[in-house]
C-alpha cells in the first residue's frame, strides 16, 4: 500500500543517490537523483499551501537524473553506452539492498564497460555477496577473477552443451576452455 | 534461504542431465559464443513460471526442448529443476520477521481504522475467526520457521514439458500448479520476471523503461 | 526498379550464403539462407503452373535462417548474442560488397563476441579495406590491433572530449590512455 | 572518392575544434566509457543530414550543442565539417561507368517498350532535346569525371545550428540545402540513415527488423 512503497522508494533512492550511495561508488564521484513524477490527470496538479506538488504517492511514475563526475546532470538518453549500464547496475544494487534476493543472474552485464569500470563492477558486486548468491556470464577475465567459483560450458559435441568445472588459467585468451591435462 | 542446485535436461542445447552447483557466493559462468550460456538463464526463468515463449527466445513453448543436433535426435521432453537449501531460521531472525509481521498488521489497522479503502480490504479485523488448518494459515505457520513455507530443509521446484505440448510443475517431486510456485517465492524477490534475472542485452531495459513501468519494479521491492 | 532489385538481391545471397560467402567466412563453416517472403494480400498466394509460389519481386519482404556450424537451422530470434552479431556483420559485409560505400563505422559492434570471434570479424573487415575505410570504436584489444591508425579521446578536462594519437602499447590494460612519455 | 576528414566545434562534448584525420583504411578509436567516441558517430550522422534528435540521443536538436561541464560554459553554436577527397577518375573507371549508365539506360527502355508503368516514367526518351545547362545536366557531365558531382579535388560539407535554433549546411563553403547535400550523395551508400553507418548497441537492428524493412536495406543498396 501506500505506506510500504514510499518506505521502498525513500530507501532505494537512499541507497541509490546517497552520499555513500551505489551510483557514487560506481562512477567514483558525481551525484543522481531519484524523482516522483506525479502523474497528471486532465485536471490541474494539486499544490500544497506552501506551492509543492501534492505527490500521489500511489499513481506517480519514477524519474531518474545521472550526472557523472564533471559533467552537467543529464537525462538517461544522453549518457554513453557504458554509463547507462553502470547507472542501471547502480539502480538494481540499490533495489537489491532494499530488499534482497537469495539469488542474482547478470548476463554480460559488463559487456559495454571499459576495464576500469569492470573492475568497480566487480567490487561492487563483492560486497553483496553477504546477502546472495550471484551467477555472472561474462566474457571479461577481470570478471571470471572475480568468481569463486567457475564453470565452463562447452559445446565439444557440435550442438551438444556440457558443464565443466574449470580454474581461471584454463580459460585461454580466446575464450575456449582448455582440458585441465593441457596445462 | 539458499540457492543450492540447478539441473537440465533436454531443456534447449543441454540434450544430457546437467547438475550445476551454487556452493559458492559468486559463480561465473565462461564460454565461447553460441555454447548455452545464456540458455542457463532461461532455464532459471522457465523453472520459475515464464509463460512466454517470446522471452525464452523461441516462437512457441516447444522451442525449449532440445531439437536435435548434428549427431542426435531430438528430445521429447524437457525438464529443469531449481534446489533451494531451506534452513531452520534462527531465533533472532523469527523474533526480527515476528516483529515485522506485527508492525505490518498494526499499520494496516491504522489504515483501515482511517477508513481508507485500499487498506480496509487488505486485513481481517481481530475480530473475525480464522480457521487455523486452511492452507494459508498452515503456509503461516511454517512460514514462521523457514525462508520458504514448505516444511523441509530442501525445497526442488521442477517443471516439465513434453513434445505433445503437456506440462506439469512439482515441488518436492509433488505435482503442483504455477500458482502453487507463484506463492512460494512471494515476497522473496525471486520469479521469472523479477529485478534479480538481468538477461543478455537488457541491462539498462530498467534505464529506458517508462517512469510507469519502473514504478512496478519499485513496487514488486516493496 | 524490378530488376535492380532482383540483381542485387541475387548478389547479396551469393556474397552472404554462397559457399565462400561471408557467414561461412565468420562463423568457419554451416550455413545460410536469405528467401525472399512473399507477402501474403488478403487474397490466396499464386503459383506457377509447377505449383511454386510466384515470387512478386516488388512485394516481398525478406526471411534470414541462418544455421552455425553443427546445429539445427534456427531462426534468427534462437540464436546466442555473439551469433546474432556475427550474422548481422556477415549480412552488412555482404552488402557492403555488392555495393561498397567509400567508408563504414562501425560502433563497439564486437562488444558481444569472444575472442575467437573478434579475431574473424578483424579478418573478415581487413578484406575490405581495398573499396572502402573503416572507423572502428573498440574496447578489444584485439579489434585495437587491427587498426591501422589509432586514435584516443580522453576527457582530461572533465566533460569536454579531446583527440589524441596513440600508439597501441600506450593504451592500458585499463582502457585509459596514458602520455607517451610514460612510457 | 575517400573519405579524408572530420572536424568538429562545439558539437557534443568536443567543445575544442577537434580534426580527426583518416590517412589508413582502418582508423580505431579508442578510449573510457563516456569519453565521447560515440559522439563522434552522431557527428557524421548529424552533417549527413540527420533531422531526428532522438536518434542523436538528445530530446531536442539543440542538445548536440556543447551544453557546458564543470569549468566551461555552454557554447552557442555547434558545427561539423565532413572533407572527402573527389579526385578525377581514371579512364577505366569512366569507361566502366558508361557502360554502366548504357545498360541501365537501355534495360530501363525495353521495360518501357514493355509497357510497364513504372519503367516507363523513369526514361526520358531519345527524342526529347533536353537542355544541357539544367543543375542535374551539369551534375551529370560532372558527375562523369568524378564521384561526387562537385568540380573539385576535394568536397567538404559543414552543417552549424546556433543556439537560437537557425541552422544551415555548406558545401565547399557556399550555402546549399539539405536536398543538395542528400543529391551529393545519391546511389553512393553514404547517408546519414545508411547501412554503412553501424551505432552501438544497434548491430543486429538489421536482423530484429521485421522483413518489410529488411527490404528498404537492400533497395537502398540496389
Ligand atoms: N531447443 C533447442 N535445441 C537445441 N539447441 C538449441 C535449442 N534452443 C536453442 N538452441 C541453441 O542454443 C544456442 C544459443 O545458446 P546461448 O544463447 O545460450 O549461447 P551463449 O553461450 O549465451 O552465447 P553468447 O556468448 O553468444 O551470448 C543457439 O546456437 C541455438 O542453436
Ligand atoms: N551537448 C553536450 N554537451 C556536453 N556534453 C555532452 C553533450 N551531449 C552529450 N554529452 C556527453 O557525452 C557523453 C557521452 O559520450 P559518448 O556516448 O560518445 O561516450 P562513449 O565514448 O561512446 O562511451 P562508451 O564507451 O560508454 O560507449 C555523455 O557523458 C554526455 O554527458
Ligand atoms: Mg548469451
Ligand atoms: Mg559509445
Redesign the interface.
Known amino acids: 500500500?501506500?505506506?510500504?512503497?514510499r518506505?521502498?522508494?525513500e530507501k532505494?533512492t537512499e541507497h541509490f543517490a546517497g552520499q555513500d550511495g551505489m551510483f557514487r561508488k560506481l562512477f567514483g564521484g558525481g551525484k543522481a537523483e531519484i524523482r516522483l513524477?506525479p502523474?497528471v490527470r486532465d485536471g490541474a496538479e494539486q499544490f500544497h499551501s506552501d506551492g509543492s506538488p501534492v505527490t500521489d504517492w500511489l499513481e506517480?511514475?519514477?524519474?531518474?537524473i545521472a550526472k557523472?563526475?564533471?559533467?552537467?546532470p543529464r537525462?538517461?538518453?544522453?549518457?554513453?553506452?557504458?554509463?547507462?549500464?553502470?547507472?542501471?547496475?547502480a539502480?538494481?544494487m540499490s533495489?537489491?539492498r532494499?530488499?534482497?534476493?537469495?539469488?542474482?543472474?547478470?548476463?554480460?552485464?559488463d559487456?559495454?564497460?571499459?576495464?576500469?569500470?569492470v573492475?568497480r563492477f566487480c567490487r561492487v558486486?563483492?560486497q553483496f555477496?553477504d546477502q546472495?548468491?550471484?551467477?555472472?556470464?561474462?566474457?571479461h577475465k577481470r570478471?571470471?577473477h572475480?568468481?569463486?567459483?567457475?564453470?565452463?560450458?562447452?559445446?565439444q559435441?557440435?550442438?551438444?552443451?556440457?558443464?565443466v568445472s574449470?580454474k581461471i588459467d584454463q580459460?585461454?585468451?580466446?575464450?575456449?576452455?582448455r582440458e585441465p591435462q593441457e596445462q | 534461504m539458499r540457492l543450492a542446485k540447478l539441473t537440465l535436461f533436454g531443456f534447449k542445447s543441454f540434450a544430457d542431465k546437467t547438475e550445476i552447483t551454487f556452493d559458492e557466493a559468486i559463480t561465473g559462468i565462461v564460454g565461447p559464443n553460441g555454447c548455452g550460456k545464456s540458455n542457463v538463464v532461461d532455464a532459471i526463468k522457465w523453472v520459475l513460471g515464464e509463460r512466454s515463449s517470446k522471452s525464452l527466445r523461441g516462437q512457441e513453448m516447444i522451442d525449449v526442448i532440445f531439437a536435435g543436433s548434428a549427431g542426435r535426435a531430438p528430445m521429447n521432453m524437457a525438464s529443469v529443476a531449481l534446489t533451494f537449501d531451506n534452513p531452520e531460521l534462527s531465533p533472532e531472525v523469527l523474533a526480527a520477521r515476528e516483529a515485522q509481521m506485527r508492525q505490518a498488521q498494526l499499520l494496516q489497522q491504522a489504515e483501515s481504522i482511517e477508513g481508507s479503502p485500499d487498506a480496509g480490504a487488505q486485513v481481517a479485523g481481530p475480530a473475525e475467526a480464522v480457521d487455523p488448518n486452511t492452507p494459508s494459515m498452515i503456509d503461516a505457520r511454517v512460514r514462521a520457521r523457514r525462508a520458504l513455507p514448505v516444511d523441509s530443509p530442501q525445497v526442488e521446484i521442477e517443471r516439465r514439458l513434453y513434445r505433445d505440448g503437456s506440462s506439469e510443475y512439482l515441488i518436492n517431486s509433488r505435482k503442483a500448479r504455477l500458482k502453487d510456485i507463484r506463492d512460494l517465492f512471494l515476497d522473496t524477490g525471486v520469479g521469472a520476471d523479477a529485478y534479480s534475472i538481468i538477461e543478455q542485452g537488457k541491462v539498462d531495459a530498467m534505464l529506458l523503461a517508462s517512469p510507469m513501468e519502473r514504478r512496478t519494479v519499485f513496487e514488486e521491492a516493496a
Open positions: 500500500s501506500r505506506d510500504r512503497f518506505q521502498t522508494f532505494v513524477m502523474v506517480s511514475g519514477i524519474e531518474i557523472p563526475p564533471g559533467k552537467e537525462s538517461i538518453s544522453q549518457l554513453s553506452g557504458g554509463e547507462k549500464a553502470m547507472t542501471a547496475v539502480l538494481l533495489i537489491f532494499s530488499k534482497p534476493a537469495c539469488f542474482c543472474v547478470l548476463d554480460e552485464v559487456a559495454a564497460l571499459d576495464d576500469a569500470n573492475d558486486v563483492e555477496t546472495s548468491h550471484f551467477i555472472v556470464i561474462t566474457h570478471t571470471m572475480s568468481a569463486h567459483q567457475l564453470y565452463g560450458v562447452t559445446m559435441e557440435r550442438g551438444v552443451s556440457k558443464r574449470v580459460v585461454g585468451p580466446d575464450g575456449k576452455i
